[in-house]
């Protein structure tokens, strides 16, 4: 079982970080055997899985931790430009498994009349919805690949599946978003059992983490949240725990014109809705995780001493992974290697 981090930046902004330290946006590789098993797809996803050296065809399931676009924005290069690496291939199915339509708009935050709507018809959609849009959005480019050079249809191959919340969680997106609960089943084939739970990211609701099992050990993706029980219950033991980490003093100095209301404001947010370096650890450490790695670092170009703070709570390894760097996890082993 190997876990590539394919890119380890987290937020949604387009820019190249300082010091030469640029990292892509957040996605994750689970490869066992010829299979890929895809977490999140973020900015640069399509080149990550090149430079790892993973084809489009290898793709088994894609799973979407939250809706936030840093974690989907180039979902679409994976379907449109990976999709023409099915050719020949027009039974291959990939479900896009991740949040269902969230119903309710968030509450509007702060002072102030509420905003108008924007696409009001359908203002919160869902995964198996985005799916579609998406590649409704690409139709001229699919048809006119099909008819031209026979590429497989993918708006065949490619399927968004609502996950399901269990109902006796009582999850509710705006009052309930983060319940306590047992994880649950969200896909399974013979090689792989994926579990899923709430985790705290609001307003965003909801928001997942995933747990992968199989015959060769076991990786947790904590997705975006604050400190979670219920990460801590699905990561219970597991070999490696991969942690979003966020360095809440660089953040606040990316603010400097802000008011002091201001800034308790977007920090509030932060601090509701991610984790410290230092948290991560605490995570890991109450979970009994094997091994600790951070990623969607927040900024991306803080320096490895604030990642390092994880160290304070939690005594196991400690790895900060760069874009391209892998794990092999085997018979409780787990073993970092660097991207050549
Ligand atoms: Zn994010
Ligand atoms: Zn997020």
């Not at 590649?135 to 399927?159: E, K, P, V, W, Y």
């Amino acid at each position: 079982m190997k876990v590539f981090t394919l890119g380890t930046a987290g937020g949604p902004l387009l820019r190249a970080d300082p010091g030469n330290a640029h990292r892509r946006g957040i996605a994750t590789a689970v490869v066992i055997k010829d299979r890929t098993y895809l977490i999140d797809c973020g900015h640069g996803v399509g080149l990550g899985l090149a430079e790892a050296g993973l084809s489009p065809r290898s793709l088994t399931a894609i799973l979407i931790t939250h809706q936030h676009s840093d974690h989907v924005i180039d979902l679409n290069s994976i379907m449109v430009l990976g999709g023409l690496a099915f050719r020949g291939m027009p039974d291959a199915r990939v479900p896009v498994i991740g949040p269902g339509n969230r119903v309710e708009l968030p509450l509007v935050q702060g002072e102030g009349a509420e905003p108008a709507v924007i696409f009001p018809q359908s203002p919160t959609p869902g995964t198996s919805e985005m799916v579609n849009l998406l590649l409704r959005a690409h139709a001229t480019d699919l048809n006119d690949r099909r008819r031209d050079s026979g590429a497989s249809d993918i708006s065949q191959i490619f399927s968004g599946v609502d996950i399901s919340i269990p109902k006796e969680t009582e999850f509710h997106p705006n009052t309930q978003n983060h319940p306590e609960m047992v994880p649950f089943e969200v896909y399974s084939d013979d090689l792989v059992r994926v579990t899923a739970t709430l985790v705290q990211h609001r307003p965003i609701a909801p928001a997942f983490a995933y747990r992968i099992d199989s015959d060769y050990g076991s990786v947790v993706i904590s997705g975006d949240t604050a400190p979670s029980e219920n990460l801590v219950r699905l990561a219970a033991g597991c070999d490696l725990l991969l942690h979003e980490a966020i360095d809440l003093e660089a953040v606040a100095r990316s603010y400097p014109d802000a008011s002091p209301t201001e800034l308790e404001a977007s920090m509030g947010h932060h601090r509701r809705a991610h984790t410290t370096a230092e948290d991560a650890g605490l995570m890991a450490r109450q979970a009994g995780a094997q091994n600790l790695a951070l990623h969607h670092l927040v900024p991306a170009g803080s320096p490895p001493e604030v990642w390092q703070q994880a160290k304070n709570k939690f005594q196991g390894p400690l790895h900060i992974p760069k874009d391209g760097d892998w794990f092999s996890i085997a018979d409780g082993t787990v073993t970092h290697y660097e991207r050549k």
